[in-house]
């Protein structure tokens, strides 16, 4: 609950990823030390939560 809240207050974004390499993806987010929560699969997409530091950090794992 707390961390839901903190979250929330600090802000945070939905995104999703598709495509052939979303475990990679996924991996190289958590050797960089990005925090994703909330991950869902949607059929071919995941879609998952991140910070808004950590979204300008994952251009560096590919997103775009």
């Known amino acids: 609950m707390f961390w839901t809240i903190w979250n929330y207050f600090r802000g945070y974004v ?6 052939f390499s979303v475990e990679r993806f996924l991996n190289l987010a958590a050797y960089k030390g990005i ?3 909330d991950i869902k699969p949607h059929g071919a997409m995941v879609s ?3 910070s808004i530091k950590g979204y300008k ?3 560096e ?3 775009k």
């Open 57 to 59: 950090k994952l251009r």
């Open 14 to 19: 939905i995104i999703g990823v598709y495509g």
């Open 48 to 50: 998952m939560k991140v």
């Open 61 to 63: 794992c590919g997103i």
């Open 35 to 37: 925090y994703l929560w």
